[in-house]
């Protein structure tokens, strides 16, 4: 047993690396995680996955009975319900990885205080069952353009980019409020406060270009604005996203994610004490 | 750090800040209009030394038990030693993989099954799904839950839920296994089986480490052991010894019965000098004996006598022994030694603590919690049945059915 490598445990130095190696290792109670979540979603409920596409597909209706019946905002000549599908198709993700992680480490006090594992595997594990979420609907989306008679265009190839520039936003600033969540439980207050109030600020019901000029510049600097205009360019073949959007758009979410890294991993060794 | 060696813990201490309720900011609010309206001041906080300056050395094919009293830094040790917690100041060197198992069933999830479980809990301690796929028989075996395997836990028994949490941990091939009191529930022969488990990961070559309050374990299963007293190291070495130090630690003058003592309530006129029990683990039907000792107080007169107060783990009061009902009084003067003998009802099995009063006209003292025993799933009855036939009761009945 003298080949075993040695592990040295010290008090927390200031700039905490995170630890690649660990969270490799961590990857098989990465997948318990993911698998415990999903199967924990679908069980003793009737439906089961047949809610992941009643959800958007419901709120789409209502999207497209009030903001394209009611309102008659322009939706680009595309069917209203299938426009704002798509929109909510990249919301949804954003939305669910972020609503989820938050409250994630207190949901999971029991495991943070007693078992040793690399905490960021937690909020980073929602991203499985919105991941499946995100292909159910997907498939129900094309369907839909199908029966409807849209067709995207060879910008289709670009979603899976897109997807995992959602994907990269929403954990990275999903590591921030579960981190903070642990000593401050108003976290649970205000993230679903701040969702409600970002999905009316970004252009998930209605598009963009209904937005007045003299609000443009507050908008545009808007993350989900360049997210969710690149998704109905690659899906519906929409207006292009220009080439500042594309580089904002790469640069922001993996930015913010690693600063999320960052700050989840300078906390990380004091969650158990505060939890 | 030296070949032979598994664990070196040098000089680690861990404390704690306590901030002070008024000062502490709870919200995200509050903490933001703190630092607006003092961007400099620090919060006023004190420091707790939970654990201070403690070094020792565990070779390999140790089982090395951890004692104190409740609040010594036990827990606080395995956490560390854990990863679960960190330092604040030391170093610990640690070889080899290390398992523990702080509280049975963490990473349990009730709506999940038992077989799902398993893996579940299997990879928060840090196996593989290979692993644990090649040990899931003798895993279920060990645990004697074959039949529930595809049941949600919830519906388990505690007796059920128990078993299989402590045969995944059992079943890790990690090279030092860390354990803190779980062996309080389960019955006699499951206990037998985990001591006789954690005795093979020693004998391998292995390491354990094991916290208890049941002497009895300890001293059957550990080659060494050490002794913390409020945080510091006061013993490392013979099991005998670190169990004497330990049992010292609840006789009368002993340094931290005194400074217990004056935190109690009542008026102090009189006061319980020292309360224990022979015997931690007990019976259902045994007697249960609790022996105390008064001291008395020249300057006080009269007599007074004694409530004794028995709760379960969860705060319900069992029953209530005051001494002037069966006419026992003693004299405030003169102080001295007594017993209570509880012989019914018989007791459900778990955890038992022990209130004891002592009232003059007024209260003199109340001690909480002053002594604590277990009781074993050892049942009185000569039928076997599954936890449920005994376990919803407030208390076990000496009863016969006639079948006419």
Same mark, same amino acid.
Request: aromatic content about 10%.
């Given at each position: ?36 979540? /999903? ?82 595997? /937690?909020?980073?594990? /929602? ?66 406060? +701040?969702?409600? +109030? ?21 908008? $545009? ?23 500042? $959007? ?7 979410? /993996? ?8 700050? +989840? ?11 | ?5 598994? !664990? ?19 919200? %995200?609010?509050? %903490? ?39 609040? *010594? ?26 398992? &523990? ?21 299997? *990879? ?15 895993? !279920? ?32 091939? %990690?090279?030092?296994? @860390? ?7 389960? #019955? ?5 089986? =985990? !001591? ?10 292995? =390491? ?20 913390? #007293? ?21 006789? &009368? ?25 022979? #015997?931690? @683990? ?17 300057? @006080?007169?009269?007599?007074?006598? !004694? ?13 209530? =022994? ?48 002053? =002594? ?33």
């Amino acid at each position: 047993m003298n080949d075993q490598e040695t592990l040295t445990i010290l008090p927390p130095g200031r700039v905490p690396i995170p630890s690649v190696r660990g969270l490799l290792m961590g990857r098989e109670v990465l997948y318990s995680f993911v698998r415990r979540d /999903v199967t924990l979603r679908y069980r003793q409920t009737a439906l089961g996955i047949i809610w992941v596409v009643m959800q958007p597909l419901l709120t789409a209706l209502v999207f497209a009975l009030v903001f394209g019946q009611v309102a008659k905002l322009p939706s680009g000549g595309i069917p209203y319900v299938i426009f704002a599908f798509a929109g909510l198709l990249a919301w949804n993700m954003f939305n669910t990885i972020l609503t989820r992680s938050s409250p994630s480490l207190i949901q999971n006090a029991g495991l943070v205080s007693k078992i040793y594992f690399p905490r960021m595997l /937690v909020p980073i594990s /929602v991203c499985g069952s919105a991941l499946l979420d995100f292909t159910v609907s997907f498939t129900f989306l094309i369907v839909l353009m199908i029966a409807m008679g849209v067709t995207p265009g060879f910008a289709i190839l670009l979603l899976p980019l897109w997807m995992i520039l959602v994907l990269f936003l929403a954990t990275g600033i999903g590591l921030f409020t579960s981190a903070l969540s642990v000593r401050y439980r108003d976290m649970n207050y205000i993230v679903p406060f +701040f969702m409600q +109030f970002l999905l009316y600020a970004s252009p998930v019901a209605y598009s963009a270009s209904a937005v007045p000029s003299k609000y443009r510049l507050v908008y $545009e600097i808007n993350p989900l604005n360049w997210l969710l205009t690149e998704f109905r360019f690659s899906l519906l073949n929409l207006r292009a996203p220009s080439v500042w $959007e594309i580089i904002a758009s790469l640069v922001v979410p /993996v930015a913010v994610f690693i600063a999320g890294a960052f700050y +989840f991993e300078r906390r990380e060794r004091s969650f158990a004490d505060f939890i | 750090m030296r070949d032979d060696l598994a !664990i070196s813990v040098s000089h680690l201490g861990k404390s704690y800040k306590i901030f002070h309720t008024d000062a502490h900011a709870t919200t %995200a609010a509050e %903490a933001v209009m703190r630092k607006l309206r003092h961007p400099t001041a620090r919060q006023s906080h004190e420091l707790v030394q939970a654990l201070d300056d403690v070094s020792f050395d565990v070779p390999w094919g140790e089982a090395l038990g951890i004692l104190g009293r409740n609040g *010594s830094g036990k827990s606080t040790l395995l956490k560390l030693l854990t990863r679960v917690s960190s330092p604040t100041a030391g170093r610990i060197d640690i070889k080899g993989r290390i398992g &523990s198992l702080l509280e049975i069933g963490t990473g349990f999830h009730p709506e999940l099954t038992g077989r799902e479980n398993v893996y579940l809990n299997g *990879s928060l301690l840090g196996m593989r799904r290979a692993a644990i796929r090649k040990h899931f028989d003798e895993i !279920i075996a060990f645990a004697d839950v074959e039949r529930f395997l595809d049941t949600q836990v919830k519906r388990y028994s505690s007796g059920m839920y128990v078993r299989l949490a402590f045969a995944v941990a059992a079943h890790l091939d %990690a090279d030092i296994l @860390a354990v803190d009191e779980v062996l309080a529930v389960g #019955d006699l022969a499951f206990q037998a089986k =985990c !001591i006789q488990k954690m005795r093979e990961v020693s004998t391998q070559g292995r =390491c354990v480490l094991y916290v208890s309050h049941q002497l009895q374990t300890v001293s059957a299963l550990c080659s060494s052991a050490i002794y913390l #007293d409020r945080g510091h190291l006061s013993y490392t070495g013979e099991v005998e010894e670190a169990l004497t130090r330990y049992r010292q630690s609840f006789q &009368s003058g002993s340094e931290q019965a005194l400074a217990e003592a004056s935190r109690r309530g009542g008026t102090g006129e009189v006061r319980f000098d020292s309360v224990w029990v022979d #015997d931690e @683990a007990l019976n259902p039907a045994a007697p249960k004996q609790i022996h105390f000792r008064i001291r008395g107080n020249d300057a @006080a007169s009269g007599s007074c006598y !004694i409530r004794a107060e028995v709760r379960n783990d969860e705060g319900v009061l069992i029953c209530q =022994c005051d001494s002037r009902l069966v006419g026992a009084i003693w004299e405030c003067a003169q102080g001295g030694e007594g017993t209570l003998t509880i012989r019914g009802p018989w007791f459900v099995p778990g955890l038992y603590s022990v209130d004891v009063l002592l009232f003059k006209s007024e209260l003199l003292d109340a001690w909480t919690s002053a =002594c604590s025993f277990h009781v074993v799933t050892d049942l009185p009855y000569e039928g076997y049945a599954d936890s449920a036939a005994y376990e919803y009761g407030a208390a076990l009945a000496e009863f016969e059915y006639k079948v006419q």
